[in-house]
């Protein structure tokens, strides 16, 4: 698993050079996004669900931690409706 | 290697064991000798701290990750003492009686599985919440769907002393849910059943269970097991697999079984599931309440699709919607204004769909999306979405489209926005929870792999009872299905007890 998320890493940072001349990493924010929505987009199954797998696991770092889930507004409480009196 | 002998040894401690367990427990004060192994651990009620990663990685098999083969779907498998019912929701519903004669099993009839439930249903304090209970991102559902004229229901849960925490899905911090773990599991070691945690069945060598149990890890949450760490030779006169329609078919699969049985694995279904949301104007109690209070299953017979109320964490939340960026971001930001719907498509039987073992023995589970199914789950998606707008929503999150932000005007149009062709692996989180089949029951090995006792064909001594017994898709949460064919299976087994347990190979 580690290898093929290596190996998909190396291809973000290295495809965009056919299509903008440039490596992922060198790209402004909008060619990086363009670059993106084109593997999400895929014709070629292995590379879509290798980008869902990417962006899996960056919702993963980001969403999963206690303090991003309070940014943005999450707070559940196990006392549940008591805690909102 | 550790050996031991029990007379029977129950594999898996859900809906399925749980039941096995609490049905097997009047033997023990006649003297037999009842093991029951469970791979996960046994939480302490202050474990259960309902923190999204840290929980799925106690509770989930692979984090709640397990892929299949093509990376279409994420399967979500319970683990622990009380398996999957310790983070189902606690809906509890009865299979309908055109289910059950659909899957025309010779000897199982509508009425014994209808008053086996209600056994359950009695057992578990199901019953229904007050409306005081009612937060609004369910009271919107109803709202959107009577708007529409739509037949919204509400549904039975298995709770006790609900506090509302909303986090049914991570374990309930406030051990309200009924699950196995706190009725039957308790229930049958009061009557002598023993129960080992940490211990993973590794394969059925004959009637030799061969197990490890792993030592809890350094800062680990939960009990230790009751035995050492190690390996184990666990000799049985009877064994029941209660392991769920993944890991029952694949132990099956990578065991030593003196029958072939050709259908074993195949037969899988899951009710693939989307998770949509549509954000209001105004925040809303959404992470406060029971999460999943209604449903529609009007479209059952007619589109094979049902709509549940739900509500999930952000990191599950993040994943399910499409896209990335700042269309991706505003929807997360606006999480206490959000509403969410699931959409289950009712799955059959096909032939490709089924469990394998891989060359170390893991399952492996092959799932393609039938044209039947992204046609659901498209007709889900856009009944979905007009239920947000009809509810007042000012925009919603519809995964299979070109751009998955749609504003409420477009309410009329979603019929051309919702395209089924996104329903292909990479491009739309689908996830399923209700993993049926892979040991399903009928009449001979050619059809089946068990009868309707969940007797395996041709191994006397070998018993299935779980939710991989469906011959097909129950069309609703299985939970207490699974609890009437594992009473049915229990019921069998004490009622030949003598001559299986004596006919069996006696160890000391």
């Keep these: 698993m580690h290898r093929q998320i290596r190996l998909l890493l190396r291809l973000i940072q290295w495809l965009p050079v056919l299509r903008f001349g440039r490596p992922f990493t060198s790209l402004d924010n909008s060619s990086r996004a363009q ?41 559940p409480h196990r006392s549940g409706w008591e805690a909102t009196r | 290697m550790n050996e031991v002998a029990y007379d029977i040894v129950i594999i898996g401690s859900g809906a399925g064991g749980g039941t096995v367990a609490q049905e097997l427990a009047p033997l023990c004060s006649d ?60 809906t509890s519903i009865a299979a309908p009686q055109r289910v059950i004669e659909r899957w025309n099993v010779p000897g199982l009839g509508f009425d014994e599985v209808n008053r086996r439930t209600q056994k359950f249903v009695q057992q578990n304090n199901v019953h229904l919440l007050g409306e005081d209970r009612i937060n609004e991102n369910n009271q919107l559902f109803v709202k959107g769907c009577r708007r529409l004229g739509y037949r919204v229901e509400q549904f039975p849960v298995n709770v006790k002393g609900c506090l509302g925490s909303s986090l049914c899905n991570l374990g309930c911090p406030n051990q309200a849910k009924q699950g196995t773990h706190r009725v039957q599991l308790p229930n049958a070691e009061r009557g002598g059943v023993e129960v080992i945690t940490r211990c993973k069945v590794l394969r059925l060598e004959g009637q030799t269970v061969i197990a490890r149990v792993d030592g809890r890890a350094a800062g680990g949450v939960g009990d230790p097991s009751a035995w050492a760490p190690g390996e184990y030779r666990i000799q049985a006169k009877v064994v029941v697999v209660c392991g769920g329609a993944v890991n029952s078919p694949a132990l099956l699969l990578r065991s030593r079984l003196p029958s072939a049985l050709p259908r074993l694995g195949h037969g899988f279904t899951c ?60 929807f997360m930001q606006a999480f206490p204004k959000l509403q969410m719907i699931l959409v289950l498509a009712c799955d059959h039987v096909e ?99 068990t009868d309707s006792h969940g007797h395996v064909h041709g191994v006397p001594w070998l018993f299935v009872a779980d939710a991989s017994l469906f011959p097909d898709s129950v069309e609703i949460n ?17 009622q030949e007890a003598r001559s299986l347990l004596n006919s069996g190979v006696a160890h000391a």
């Design chain 2, 271 to 330: 009710h693939p599931a989307l998770i949509l949301v549509g954000e209001h104007n105004r925040p809303i109690t959404n992470f406060v309440g029971h999460p999943k209070s209604y449903y529609l299953d009007q479209f059952v017979e007619s589109d094979g699709f049902i709509l549940e109320t739900c509500m999930y964490f952000p990191f599950t939340t993040a994943k399910s919607m499409s896209g990335f960026g700042d269309g991706h971001a505003a």
């Design chain 2, 351 to 449: 032939p490709d769909n089924r469990v394998t073992v891989d060359r170390h023995g893991l399952a492996v589970v092959h799932y393609r999306f039938s044209p039947e199914v992204k046609r659901a789950l498209a007709q889900g998606v856009i009944t979905a979405a007009r239920i947000f707008f009809a509810a007042g929503a000012r925009r919603a999150h519809v995964p299979a489209a070109a751009n998955p932000t749609v504003p409420s005007e477009y309410a009329d149009s979603l019929d051309q926005i919702v395209d089924e062709s996104y329903f292909r692996p990479g491009s739309v989180t689908v996830s399923a929870a209700h993993l049926q089949g892979g040991c399903g029951m009928g009449m001979t090995a050619a059809d089946s792999v």
């Design chain 2, 478 to 494: 299985p939970y207490l299905t699974i609890m009437a064919l594992a009473d049915r299976v229990a019921q069998y087994i004490r």
């Design chain 1, 35 to 75: 670059f993106l929505a084109g593997l999400q987009n895929s014709r070629v199954d292995r590379l879509r669900v290798g980008f869902w797998g990417l962006r899996t696991l960056v919702m993963l770092g980001y969403y999963g931690r206690p303090a991003a889930a309070a940014k943005i507004g999450y707070n």
């Design chain 2, 31 to 90: 003297g037999v000798r009842i093991a029951l192994l469970e791979k996960g651990p046994r939480l302490r009620d202050s474990d259960f701290t309902g923190r999204e990663v840290e929980m799925a990685q106690i509770l989930y098999e692979d984090g709640g990750g397990f892929l299949t083969a093509d990376g279409s779907m994420t399967l979500a498998m319970g683990r622990g003492y009380g398996g999957s019912t310790i983070v189902y929701t606690g």
